[in-house]
């Protein structure tokens, strides 16, 4: 096999498409988001990209192994621009590969004529929250205003350290090619998947780019995480010291 192995499975004609980027993240954010599209809206897989920088290893459904692989799905919605949504359940192993992984990346979204680049993901806040603010970066100050008259928030050094993996690189090398490129990262704690940071997201990309699509399924999901940090909490309090307890400690 190639270092970067393109499998072809589809070429439908897109009009005007947008690359829509969600792999795994800090609390998946952007894998569900682009997961969310692809279950909400009519999809076609189009490509496939393997590679020897991806784990060594193959997914298993119902008795079928895949080989680990980034996919492209072409979406047609019934109202906004056509999307090319890349999805998957890896990122690259070492440095080399994310390089070589994201340009493959958009060589592909060029043969779909995309001009425009949006990368989803999450923002550690390090503690549980209840507003989700989405941050932005852009490459071009057109964007940003685009962005930021959607609700996105543009604050200086954040996320502090900058963006890594594929949707920081997507950034970078899409403006060497010229074409502009933003990452969108809702504000998550971190420690758990979060649906609700993947809605956010979504919310800004629709008002952007203007498709329909139902959420049930994801406030759904987020109905589910709130229990189970609803009982963290509940056994955090229980092993934590009483007010008495820190008392006596204090006396003694």
């Avoid at 490509?47 to 459904?61: A, C, E, G, L």
């Avoid at 970066?137 to 928030?153: S, W």
């Avoid at 543009?154 to 900058?162: K, S, T, V």
């Avoid at 990452?183 to 993947?198: F, N």
């Amino acid at each position: 096999m190639d270092e970067f192995d393109i499998e072809t499975v589809a070429d439908p004609d897109l009009d005007d498409p947008v690359l829509v980027e969600g792999l795994p993240g800090v609390g998946h954010v952007g894998k569900l988001a682009a997961e969310h599209l692809l279950e909400e809206l009519e999809s076609e897989l189009v490509r496939r990209v393997y590679s020897t920088h991806f784990p060594p290893q193959v997914s298993i459904d119902e008795g079928q192994a895949q080989l680990a692989c980034a996919e492209f799905h072409a979406v047609t919605p019934d109202e906004g621009q056509d999307l090319l949504v890349l999805s998957g359940d890896h990122q690259a192993q070492d440095n080399e590969g994310h390089y070589g992984l994201t340009d493959t990346f958009l060589d592909i979204a060029d043969d779909f004529g995309v001009q425009r680049v949006f990368a989803l993901g999450g923002v550690p806040t390090g503690e549980l929250i209840e507003e989700y603010d989405v941050l932005g970066a852009t490459t071009t100050e057109d964007f940003k205003e685009t962005l930021e008259d959607a609700g996105v928030a543009f604050r200086e050094d954040e996320p502090a350290g900058g963006i890594v993996g594929v949707s920081g690189l997507l950034l970078g090398l899409s403006k060497r090619r010229d074409v502009p490129a933003s990452c969108l990262m809702g504000e998550t704690s971190g420690y758990l998947v979060d649906p609700k940071s993947a809605q956010a997201v979504l919310e800004i990309l629709q008002e952007v780019i203007g498709f329909e699509v139902d959420y049930s399924s994801l406030e759904d999901r987020a109905d589910e995480m709130e229990e189970v940090v609803r009982k963290i909490q509940e056994m955090e309090q229980q092993n934590s010291p009483s007010p008495a307890d820190e008392d006596l400690r204090y006396i003694g």
